[in-house]
C-alpha cells in the first residue's frame, strides 16, 4: 500500500496550494475530493466554449505583490475589472456607490453637491443609536441609496426584513466621490486567462488525486495512507456534528444557455428591488471578453442553508461564533490533522486570503522556501 506525507481531504484551492507547495518540498501527497472535479469553488465548467463559473462568479484581486507573482507563476491574468452595475426596477446605476451613481439618482456632477445630498438625507432621517440594519445604512448613506440599492438587495440576502437584520452586518457602505466605477481598490485584480482549472491542474500536476471520494465514508483506509490529514471540509462534520451544526447561508444557481452573443452588457448585473427573486445574474462570457456566438446566464438565488446543501457563507453571528469556537478547541488539540481553508476556519475569505493562509500552514508544518526556485525562473 502506498504510503503519503499527507492525505489532503478537498481540492480547492486551499488543498491545492499545500499540495504544490508540499510536492516543491519533497514531500508525498494524496488529494481527495467528494465532487467529481479539482478546484473546489473556484471550479470553471466550459458550456458553449464559455468559461462558466458554477459555484458563483469568481474574481481574482488583492494588493499584495507576492501573492500576485505567486498566481502568476501558474497562469496570466486578464484586464477584467470588476464594474458591477445594479438595476432597480429597470433603472441602471454603477456600482459601488460613486459620482456615476449619484448623477443618475440626483442629476449632481460635482462631489460637494452629492456629499450634501447624502448629508442632508442623513440629517433628516435623524438616527443616532442605529438599532436595526435599515437604521444603520440609512444613517451611513441617507435614504435615496438605502432604498434603491440596500434594501431590497440585502433582504434577499439575508432572507429577513432589513428592520429584523442587526445593525453590526454592516458596518460601512463605502461611498466614492470620484467618477470610479471599479468595484475593488486592490492593485491588481483580473481573471486567468483560460479559467481558474487552469491554476489548480497545474498546481496539482503530478500529484496523485482521487475524485468522487468522501473522505468521511473512507475515512479508516484515509487515514492509513498518510502520516497526516489535511482538512480543508466543514469542522463541524469532522467532529460529527456533537455540538450541533454551524449555520451557513446557501445559493442557487440557475444556468442558462441563451442564444444570443450578449444579454446583459456586463458580467455582474445586481438585482436590487424586493419584487425580483434572485439578487444577481452573471453573464460569464464577460469575464474573459469572449465573443461566441451563444452566451450562458446564470441567475443567484439566495437561500437557507440544510444538510446536503452547499454551505456558503458563513453566519459569524453570536451563536455560530461561539460554537466554532468550541470545535476549534478541539481541533487545536489534534496532532496528526491540519485544518485549513474556508470551511475548516468557519470564515468567508477571498481567494488570496485562501492562498496566503495556505502559504502559512505549509510554511509553519515544513518551513518556508522562496515563492520560485531559481531553477523555475
Ligand atoms: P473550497 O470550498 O473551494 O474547497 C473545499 C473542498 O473540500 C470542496 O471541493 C469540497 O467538495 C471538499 N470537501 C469538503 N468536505 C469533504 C469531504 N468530507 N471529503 C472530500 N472532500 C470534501 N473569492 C475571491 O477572491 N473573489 C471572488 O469573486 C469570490 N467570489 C465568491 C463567490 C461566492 C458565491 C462564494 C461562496 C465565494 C467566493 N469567493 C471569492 C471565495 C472563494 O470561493 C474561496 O476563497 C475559495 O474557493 C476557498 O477555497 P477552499 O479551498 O478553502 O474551499
Redesign the pocket.
Same mark, same amino acid.
Given at each position: 500500500m502506498e504510503k503519503y506525507d499527507y492525505v489532503i481531504?478537498?481540492?480547492?484551492?486551499?488543498? $491545492?496550494?499545500f499540495a504544490y507547495e508540499a510536492k516543491k518540498r519533497g514531500k508525498k501527497c494524496l488529494v481527495?475530493?467528494?465532487?467529481n472535479h479539482?478546484?473546489?469553488?473556484? !471550479?470553471c465548467e466550459n458550456v458553449e466554449g464559455i468559461n462558466v463559473?458554477k !459555484?458563483? $462568479?469568481?474574481?481574482?484581486?488583492?494588493s499584495s505583490k507576492y501573492i500576485w507573482d505567486y498566481v502568476n507563476q501558474f497562469v496570466e491574468f486578464n484586464r477584467y475589472t470588476?464594474s458591477p452595475v445594479a438595476n432597480y426596477k429597470g433603472e441602471i446605476y454603477n456600482l459601488p456607490f460613486n459620482m456615476n451613481t449619484f448623477n443618475k439618482l440626483w442629476g449632481v456632477i460635482r462631489p460637494e453637491e452629492a456629499k450634501a445630498k447624502i448629508e442632508e438625507q442623513k440629517k433628516a432621517a435623524n438616527i443616532t443609536k442605529p438599532s436595526n440594519l435599515e437604521e444603520q445604512a440609512i444613517s451611513l448613506v441617507g435614504t435615496d441609496i438605502y432604498e434603491k440599492l440596500v434594501k431590497g438587495y440585502t433582504e434577499k440576502q439575508w432572507g429577513r426584513k432589513a428592520t429584523e437584520l442587526p445593525a453590526f452586518i454592516i458596518n460601512r457602505l463605502p461611498v466614492r466621490f470620484t467618477y470610479d466605477n471599479n468595484y475593488f481598490n486592490d492593485s491588481y485584480q483580473g481573471i486567468p486567462i483560460g479559467g481558474y482549472n487552469v491554476i489548480i491542474d497545474k498546481m496539482l500536476e503530478g500529484i496523485d488525486t482521487e475524485l468522487e471520494?468522501? #473522505?468521511? *465514508?473512507e475515512k479508516e483506509r484515509l487515514d492509513n495512507l498518510a502520516d497526516k490529514i489535511v482538512?480543508?471540509?466543514?469542522i463541524d *462534520? !469532522?467532529y460529527d456534528y456533537r455540538f450541533g451544526n454551524l449555520e451557513y447561508r446557501s445559493?442557487k444557481f440557475e444556468h442558462e444557455i441563451v442564444d444570443s452573443p450578449n444579454y446583459q452588457g456586463n458580467a455582474v448585473v445586481n438585482y436590487t428591488d424586493s419584487e425580483t427573486p434572485y439578487t444577481r445574474i452573471i453573464e460569464h462570457k464577460h469575464f474573459e471578453f469572449g465573443t461566441q456566438e451563444k452566451t450562458v446566464i446564470t441567475k *443567484?438565488y439566495p437561500k437557507e442553508w440544510g444538510k446536503g446543501d452547499e454551505p #456558503?457563507?458563513p453566519v459569524n453571528d453570536e451563536k455560530n461564533t461561539a460554537l466554532y469556537k468550541k470545535y476549534k478547541q478541539l481541533a487545536d488539540q489534534e496532532e496528526n490533522v491540519i485544518f485549513?481553508?474556508?470551511?475548516?476556519t468557519y470564515k #468567508? !475569505?477571498?481567494?488570496?486570503?485562501?492562498i496566503s493562509?495556505?502559504l502559512k500552514t505549509v510554511a509553519k508544518e515544513l518551513g518556508s522556501r522562496p515563492l520560485v526556485s531559481p531553477a523555475e525562473n
Open positions: 481531504v478537498g481540492a480547492g484551492l486551499f488543498g $491545492a496550494t481527495i475530493d467528494r465532487r479539482l478546484g473546489g469553488n473556484i !471550479y463559473h !459555484y458563483g $462568479a469568481h474574481i481574482f484581486h488583492t470588476n471520494t468522501d #473522505y468521511f *465514508e482538512f480543508t471540509g466543514m *462534520e !469532522y445559493l *443567484e #456558503y457563507y485549513g481553508g474556508r470551511l475548516a #468567508y !475569505y477571498d481567494m488570496h486570503h485562501i493562509q495556505s
